[in-house]
C-alpha cells in the first residue's frame, strides 16, 4: 500500500469520534516503515501513546524523534512537557515550559502556543501545591480575557478551586456570585469548609449535588457518568458530615461510592480511608483491605494527603497489635518528614500505651516541645500527660513557654486558668497573664478569685462597655466592689441583674427555689418519665430512719453506753481472742467461756487423734478476722443494699 492511502486512511481514522488511538498508531506505524523520518507520522504516533496514557511508549518514542528529527522534538515542546507532568518529573517539565516561554516571539500563533503552556504550568504547580504561583498565573489570563469568551468561565471556575486551597479565600463571599454552576457551588462549599462554616457548605453542596445531576441529564450524559461527576460533590459531603460527627450519614454516603464501582482511583481512596478514620477499632480486617485500596489509589494525592494516609497506615497497625511494623513505620516517616510534628507525637504515642513509659514520654515530648514550640498538639499532649502524673507546675511551665511564642487561644486559656488553681504556690503570679487577651472573661474570674480585685474590676469593666453585659460579667462587677467595700457602685450594677428574665427584686420566693444552681444545690431530686404523658415528676428521697442497737431484756437504757459488738458470737471468735494471743496468754484459758470448749471428733475416738469411729473428720472453717465497726456514709443519688447474708433458710439448721 502507498504512502497516499495510508495518510487518507490516517486522515479518516483522526476525523472519527471517539478517535481509535490504537488503529491511529497502527496506521503511524506502516508509514514510519516506508519513510522513518516523516514528520506528521511521529508527531500523531507521538499524541496518540499520550492519549492511551502508554507513557512509557511515549518516552521512547520522543527518543527516536531526537534522533530522527531534532527539528521536530524542538516543536513538540508542549507534548513533551505534558509527558514530564505525567511521569512526575515536575521540575523538569516546569523548566521546559518556562524557558520556552521566554524564547516565543510575539504573534497570534505564538500567543496561543503561551496560553497552552501557562494552562499546563498551572497544572504543574499545582501537582507540586504551589497555589499562590497558580492564582498569579489565573489573574494574568482572567484579565487578558473578555468575560463574554466561552472560556472565561472555566477560568474563573479554576481560579476559585484553586483559591480554596490558599488562605487568601478568606470567604467565599469574595467568589463570583454571577456564576451560578455546580462547580462554582462545590469551590463556595470547600471555602466553608476551610473557615469552619461547615453547616453553610453542607447546604451548598446539597445544592451542588441537584444541580449537577440536572445539568447532566439534559445534556443527555449515561448514568455512569453522572455518578463518576456526582462523586466528587457525595465524597466532599460525606467528609462535611463526619466533621460533624455524624458518622452514621458520612459512612452511608462513603459506602454508596465504594458500591457504585466509579472509575476514579482518587475518589475511591479517599473514601477508603476515611471510612477507616470512622470504624477505628472495628472490623480491621476489613480496614486493612481498604488501606491498601487508598495506598493503590494515592498517586495524584497531595503531599498532605500522603502524609495523613501513611500516619493512619500506622494508626491501624497499632490496632491490628502490628506494633513492630508500626515502629519502624513510623522511625522511617520521621526521617524522610523530619520537620512533621505528627510522627515525634506518633512515635510518643507508642511509648506511652504500648511500651508503658509514661516517664520517657514526657522527656521525649520535652523535647519535641523545645524543637517545635508553637505546636499546639505537642503542647497539649504533654500537658495531659503532666497533668495525668500530677506534675502541675511543669505543666504550667509548658504552656507558659508556648504563650511566649505563639497567639492565646481560649482553650489554651482555659487550660492554664485550671493549672493555676490546682498549684496555689503560684497563685498569684502574673508573668504567664501578660500574653492573654486583656478582655477575657475567664481571666477576670481568675484574679477575682486569687485576690487581685482590681484588676478583675477593671476587666470586667471592659467587658460590660463593650455590651458584654450577661449574668457573669454582672456578678463579677458586684461582687468586685463589694470586696474593695463600695456598695453604691455594687448596688448601681446589682439592679442589672435579671434572673428568669425579670429584675431580682420581683422575683417570689417559689421561683428562686425552682432554679437549678449546678453544684451549689443541695435539693436532690429523682426524675421519673411517664410513659403515656411523657410527663417528667419529681419524687423526694425519704430519709432512713436510724435503728436503736438491740439490747437485752432488762437492760436500762443509757445513751452513752456503747454496748459490746460482738457479744453474740463465741468467745474464741471474737477480736479479743485474736490480740490476746499476741500478748501471750495460755489458750486453755482463753477457750473457757459460756459457749464452752468445741472437741473435734467425738464418741469413740474422741481424742482427735485418729478417727477410729469411722466418721469423716470435719474441716475446720476458715475464720475471717472480725472488724469493730464499720461506719457508712449514705451517697446522695446511689442505692442502699442492705445484707441479709446472715438469715437462715427456711427449712434448714
Not at 305 to 319: P, S, T, Y
Not at 381 to 402: D, E, G, K, R
Request: charged fraction near 30%; charge should be neutral; glycine fraction near 6%.
Amino acid at each position: 500500500m502507498s504512502t497516499r492511502h495510508l495518510y487518507a486512511d490516517l486522515e479518516r481514522a483522526l476525523s472519527q469520534l471517539p478517535a481509535d488511538y490504537a488503529k491511529i498508531i497502527k496506521l503511524s506505524d506502516k508509514i514510519l516503515k516506508l519513510v522513518p523520518n516523516d514528520p506528521d507520522a511521529l508527531h500523531v504516533k507521538f499524541s496518540a501513546l499520550i492519549s492511551q496514557e502508554a507513557f512509557a511508549l511515549a518516552d521512547s518514542h520522543f527518543s527516536i524523534v531526537q534522533k530522527l528529527n531534532s527539528s521536530l522534538a524542538k516543536e513538540l515542546v508542549f507534548e513533551h512537557a505534558y509527558l514530564l507532568y505525567q511521569q512526575g518529573n515536575t521540575k523538569e517539565a516546569l523548566g521546559l515550559i518556562r524557558t520556552t516561554k521566554s524564547n516565543i516571539g510575539e504573534g497570534k500563533v505564538e500567543e496561543k502556543m503561551i496560553r497552552q503552556l501557562e494552562l499546563l504550568e498551572i497544572q504543574v504547580l499545582y501537582k507540586m501545591e504551589d497555589y499562590q504561583a497558580c492564582i498569579e498565573i489565573y489573574e494574568s489570563l482572567l484579565e487578558a480575557t473578555s468575560e463574554e469568551d466561552p472560556f472565561y468561565t472555566e477560568l474563573i471556575v479554576n481560579y476559585n478551586a484553586v483559591k480554596s486551597y490558599t488562605q487568601s479565600a478568606s470567604s467565599s463571599s469574595e467568589m463570583s456570585e454571577s456564576i451560578d454552576t455546580y462547580e462554582m457551588s462545590y469551590n463556595r462549599a470547600c471555602v466553608k469548609i476551610q473557615n469552619g462554616e461547615i453547616n453553610e457548605a453542607i447546604t451548598l453542596l446539597l445544592a451542588a449535588r441537584q444541580k449537577c445531576r440536572e445539568v447532566l441529564e439534559q445534556e443527555e450524559y449515561e448514568e455512569n457518568d453522572i455518578e463518576s461527576e456526582l462523586a466528587v460533590i457525595v465524597t466532599q459531603l460525606a467528609y462535611a458530615y463526619q466533621l460533624l460527627h455524624r458518622d452514621a450519614e458520612a459512612l452511608d454516603l462513603y459506602l454508596g461510592i465504594l458500591k457504585s464501582r466509579i472509575n476514579n482511583p482518587l475518589i475511591t481512596a479517599i473514601a477508603s480511608n476515611n471510612i477507616n478514620s470512622i470504624k477505628q477499632e472495628k472490623d480491621l480486617f476489613d480496614s486493612a483491605k481498604r488501606h491498601k485500596v487508598a495506598v493503590s489509589g494515592s498517586e495524584k494525592f497531595t503531599l498532605k494527603q500522603k502524609k495523613i494516609l501513611e500516619l493512619n497506615g500506622v494508626i491501624l497497625n497499632l490496632f491490628m497489635k502490628q506494633n513492630t511494623l508500626a515502629i519502624a513505620v513510623v522511625k522511617k516517616y520521621i526521617e524522610e518528614n523530619p520537620n512533621d510534628p505528627a510522627g515525634y507525637l506518633l512515635q510518643a504515642g507508642i511509648n506511652y500505651h504500648i511500651n508503658k513509659k509514661p516517664a520517657k514520654t514526657v522527656e521525649e515530648l520535652q523535647d519535641y516541645h523545645q524543637k517545635f514550640p508553637s505546636s499546639v498538639p505537642i503542647t497539649l499532649t504533654l500537658v495531659q500527660i503532666q497533668i495525668t502524673q500530677s506534675m502541675f507546675p511543669n505543666a504550667i511551665l509548658t504552656l507558659q513557654s508556648h504563650l511566649a511564642k505563639a497567639q492565646p487561644t481560649p482553650l489554651m486559656t482555659s487550660i492554664m486558668l485550671f493549672l493555676q488553681s490546682q498549684s496555689p504556690s503560684t497563685l498569684k503570679e502574673s508573668a504567664w497573664m501578660n500574653s492573654l487577651p486583656t478582655k477575657n472573661k475567664q481571666l477576670a474570674e481568675f484574679k477575682l478569685k486569687s485576690g487581685r480585685v482590681k484588676e478583675a474590676i477593671k476587666d470586667f469593666k471592659d467587658l460590660y462597655d463593650d455590651g458584654n453585659k450577661d449574668l457573669g460579667v454582672l456578678c463579677g462587677l458586684v461582687l468586685g466592689y463589694v470586696m474593695e467595700g463600695d456598695l453604691e457602685k455594687a448596688e448601681k450594677y446589682f439592679e442589672g441583674l435579671k434572673v428568669l428574665g425579670k429584675p431580682v427584686e420581683e422575683i417570689s420566693a417559689s421561683e428562686l427555689d425552682k432554679i437549678e444552681i449546678g453544684i451549689f444545690a443541695t435539693k436532690k431530686v429523682s426524675v421519673a418519665v411517664s410513659e403515656s404523658t411523657a410527663e417528667v415528676q419529681t419524687k423526694k428521697i425519704k430519709p432512713k430512719k436510724k435503728r436503736k442497737p438491740v439490747v437485752s431484756k432488762n437492760f436500762t437504757y443509757d445513751p452513752e453506753f456503747k454496748p459490746d459488738q460482738e457479744r453474740w458470737i463465741p468467745k474464741r471468735e471474737r477480736q479479743s481472742y485474736m490480740q490476746s494471743l499476741k500478748k501471750g496468754k495460755r489458750r486453755e484459758e482463753l477457750n473457757k467461756g459460756p459457749q464452752g470448749a468445741a472437741v473435734s471428733g467425738g464418741g469413740i475416738g474422741g481424742t482427735g487423734s485418729a478417727n477410729i469411729g469411722g466418721k469423716k473428720k470435719e474441716k475446720e472453717k476458715e475464720q475471717l478476722p472480725v472488724v469493730e465497726k464499720v461506719e457508712v456514709k449514705e451517697v446522695v443519688g446511689s442505692p442502699v443494699i442492705s445484707s441479709k447474708s446472715g438469715k437462715k433458710k427456711k427449712g434448714k439448721k
